[in-house]
């Protein structure tokens, strides 16, 4: 490829990759797309094209849903030894962790985030979630029941339940944690002895393509087991929800698009389970370590440029400390490096695209419009050709603004002071949104602390933190942001299925 469209130097491998023909991956094969079309994928710092890759159609899916019924109805997958299992899925982990530099350089140009977060967290957090699955796939039981069944006294059954896989899994992921997302898929599906149909997001398909390939080379999964077909949400993503060999769809995105997949799956009424949007309170009592709290509150809506779905998006202050709350924030938005992710010193990278960038934008413009006050941030800049939204506070927010009822996806924080109001009134308010992903509480009342917990209606409260996940803890959403979650052992419920089986003794 011509080197001078990346402004910097990088891995060889990652060169190679991205100057190559990239098509779709079926039946353990690398396939031109029927349609014969690619599709761009730029650079969001720069706006260029840095590679192309196959615009997969219902045609691809057809035949990659195919490939993976045909594998999984061979039990290739499924019969072959838990323990074996376990070890190839361990395998896939040790390989991400052997190409951290370009993976890691692949998610920054791709997405647009820091090299250094990508290396230190997205590539670690998805080997890590391949290693803890690993560990479950000779641990997924069953249970004895003892039963009473009331209408054949006297007779002896013996009663136990399995665990089974649920199937061929269709697979459709978002831009914001390009290879985490495939990852938070792939490991429990095959863990479970699924076997997958990935569909990766337009705007940032490398990742997920490049782990395919390193997978592939390695030659450690049987044919079809994984499938990855690129291409639009449209073209590829509906047809893959929709497919009647499909058993079960699992999606991360938006609740626009989530409810769409619901309808896609209901003609097979195969399994969903959706990770969908956010609006996450992050809620400062008096009591709190005070700096802590700024810290805490800035990174939970900066990390990764807002691009979050548990973003603390809506800051809850209490008054007395509304003030250094809000301006330490703007302090530290101010101070926010803002650049291309593969500059070595940037703090916060581009938005994904021009769409991400123009929505965010139009929300900062809301904001002012219906009155709230920028304390920092506010300005955005596209004159690079980059998408470049710099950190935005808001103070003097209310609860029927717009953008502190809708989810913004992008560097921007509302603040509002409460008064000392009731628990139950402050977790009203931080209540008071269609979703339910996230919160943090930060407090070093213990009773408090507990009390907010139990009162936040969320899948996931972090007191005195945020943003601490862990392929061991369960995440997802209460309300609109999702059905079922993901992590944990808890994901391996979304790829099971339970059968009881009861023997006339
Ligand atoms: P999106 O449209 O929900 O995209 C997520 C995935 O769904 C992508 O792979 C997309 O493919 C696919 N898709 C789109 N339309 C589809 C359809 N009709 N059937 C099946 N699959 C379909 O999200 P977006 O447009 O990239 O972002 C829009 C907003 O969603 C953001 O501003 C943000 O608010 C939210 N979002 C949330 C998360 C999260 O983690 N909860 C992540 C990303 C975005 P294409 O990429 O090819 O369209
Ligand atoms: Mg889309």
């Known amino acids: 490829m011509d080197a001078s469209i990346l402004n910097y130097k990088v891995n060889d491998n990652v060169g190679d990759f991205l100057s190559k023909e990239k098509k779709l991956y079926i039946a353990g094969k690398w396939v031109d797309p029927d349609s014969g079309k690619s599709f761009d994928v730029e650079d969001p710092a720069t706006g260029k094209k840095i590679a192309s890759c196959s615009a997969g159609n219902s045609k691809d899916i057809d035949l990659a849903v195919k490939a993976a019924r045909k594998a999984f109805d061979s039990g290739v997958w499924t019969d072959m030894s838990?323990?074996?299992?376990?070890?190839?899925?361990?395998?896939?982990?040790?390989?991400?962790?052997?190409?951290?530099?370009?993976?890691?350089?692949?998610?920054?140009?791709?997405?647009?985030?820091?090299?250094?977060?990508?290396?230190?967290?997205?590539?670690?957090?998805?080997?890590?979630?391949?290693?803890?699955?690993?560990?479950?796939?000779?641990?997924?039981?069953?249970?004895?029941?003892?039963?009473?069944?009331?209408?054949?006294?006297?007779?002896?059954?013996?009663?136990?339940?399995?665990?089974?896989?649920?199937?061929?899994?269709?697979?459709?992921?978002?831009?914001?944690?390009?290879?985490?997302?495939?990852?938070?898929?792939?490991?429990?599906?095959?863990t479970a002895g699924c076997t997958i149909v990935l569909k990766p997001a337009e705007q940032t398909p490398l990742s997920a393509l490049r782990l395919t390939e390193i997978i592939?080379?390695?030659?450690?999964?049987?044919?079809?087991?994984?499938?990855?077909?690129?291409?639009?949400?449209?073209?590829?993503?509906?047809?893959?929800?929709?497919?009647?060999?499909?058993?079960?769809?699992?999606?991360?995105?938006?609740?626009?698009?989530?409810?769409?997949?619901?309808?896609?799956?209901?003609?097979?009424?195969?399994?969903?389970?959706?990770?969908?949007?956010?609006?996450?309170?992050?809620?400062?009592?008096?009591?709190?370590?005070?700096?802590?709290?700024?810290?805490?509150?800035?990174?939970?809506?900066?990390?990764?440029?807002?691009?979050?779905?548990?973003?603390?998006?809506?800051?809850?202050?209490?008054?007395?400390?509304?003030?250094?709350?809000?301006?330490?924030?703007?302090?530290?938005?101010?101070?926010?490096?803002?650049g291309p992710g593969m500059e070595a010193s940037t703090e916060m990278g581009p938005l994904v695209s021009d769409e991400q960038y123009q929505k965010v934008a139009g929300y900062i413009e809301s904001g002012k419009t219906e009155g709230g006050e920028v304390i920092a941030g506010g300005n955005y800049d596209n004159s690079s050709g980059g998408h470049f939204v710099h950190p935005t506070v808001f103070a003097k927010t209310n609860a029927d603004m717009t953008l502190v009822k809708e989810e913004i996806f992008g560097p921007v924080v509302c603040a509002q002071p409460?008064?000392?109001?009731?628990?139950?009134?402050?977790?009203?308010?931080?209540?008071?949104?269609?979703?339910?992903?996230?919160?943090?509480?930060?407090?070093?009342?213990?009773?408090v602390a507990h009390k907010m917990a139990a009162k936040i209606r969320a899948g996931t409260v972090w007191v005195n933190c945020h943003n601490i996940f862990d392929a061991s803890l369960p995440f997802g959403g209460y309300k609109e942001s999702g059905w079922g979650r993901e992590m944990g052992h808890e994901v391996l419920k979304n790829y099971t299925e339970v059968k009881a089986v009861t023997v006339n003794l």
Not at 418 to 440: C, H, P, R, V, W
């Open 418 to 447: 409460f008064s000392d109001e009731s628990l139950e009134k402050i977790a009203n308010e931080a209540n008071n949104t269609n979703f339910g992903l996230a919160a943090s509480v930060w407090t070093k009342d213990i009773s």
């Open 82 to 190: 838990n323990s074996e299992k376990g070890k190839i899925i361990w395998k896939i982990g040790d390989l991400i962790d052997k190409h951290n530099e370009e993976l890691a350089q692949l998610e920054s140009l791709d997405n647009g985030k820091p090299v250094a977060v990508a290396g230190a967290a997205d590539v670690p957090l998805s080997s890590d979630i391949f290693r803890y699955m690993a560990g479950w796939a000779t641990k997924i039981e069953g249970n004895t029941i003892p039963y009473s069944c009331l209408y054949t006294p006297g007779a002896k059954y013996h009663s136990y339940t399995l665990r089974e896989p649920v199937g061929v899994c269709g697979q459709i992921i978002p831009w914001n944690f390009p290879l985490l997302m495939a990852a938070w898929k792939i490991a429990p599906a095959l």
């Open 216 to 338: 592939h080379d390695a030659g450690i999964l049987p044919e079809g087991v994984l499938n990855v077909v690129t291409g639009f949400g449209e073209d590829a993503g509906a047809p893959l929800a929709e497919h009647p060999m499909v058993d079960k769809v699992a999606f991360t995105g938006s609740t626009e698009v989530g409810k769409i997949i619901t309808k896609a799956a209901s003609g097979n009424l195969k399994k969903v389970s959706l990770e969908l949007g956010g609006k996450s309170p992050t809620i400062i009592f008096p009591d709190a370590d005070i700096d802590a709290a700024i810290a805490g509150a800035a990174s939970a809506i900066f990390f990764n440029h807002g691009q979050c779905c548990c973003a603390g998006s809506r800051l809850f202050a209490h008054e007395k400390v509304f003030d250094k709350v809000s301006e330490g924030i703007a302090k530290i938005a101010e101070n926010i490096k803002v």
